[in-house]
Each structure stands twice: as structure tokens, then as C-alpha cells.
């Protein structure tokens, strides 16, 4: 639960970031390639839950 949470601020203090890019004050290069690194771990946190994978023998 803490690490979704986590992940999720990260994501959007790379949208923030991100947002600066777009004024120029950072690198775009820098900034593009965090907020899909961010979003991607974000969602994939999010959507890693136990889930039921048959019966083992």
C-alpha cells in the first residue's frame, strides 16, 4: 500500500517536473524520459496484486 502511494507522488512530482521542462527552466531530456519511468512503475505497482494462479500439485 505504501509503495503505490510512493509511486504515485513520484509520478507526480515528474508531472511537476515535467512541467517546468515545458517552460525550459530543465532539460527536457531529463525530464520526459523520468515522468514515463515514473508512470510506468506507478501503474505497474498499482496493478501488481495477489492473484490466484491455480493449484499446485
Request: hydrophobic share 65%.
Amino acid at each position: 500500500m505504501l509503495m503505490r502511494l510512493i509511486f504515485i507522488l513520484l509520478a507526480v512530482f515528474a508531472a511537476f517536473l515535467n512541467l517546468l521542462g515545458l517552460l525550459r527552466f530543465i532539460p527536457m531530456y531529463i525530464t520526459i524520459p523520468l515522468l514515463f519511468v515514473s508512470i510506468y512503475l506507478a501503474v505497474y505497482f498499482y496493478n501488481d496484486r495477489k492473484q490466484f494462479k491455480g493449484f499446485h500439485s
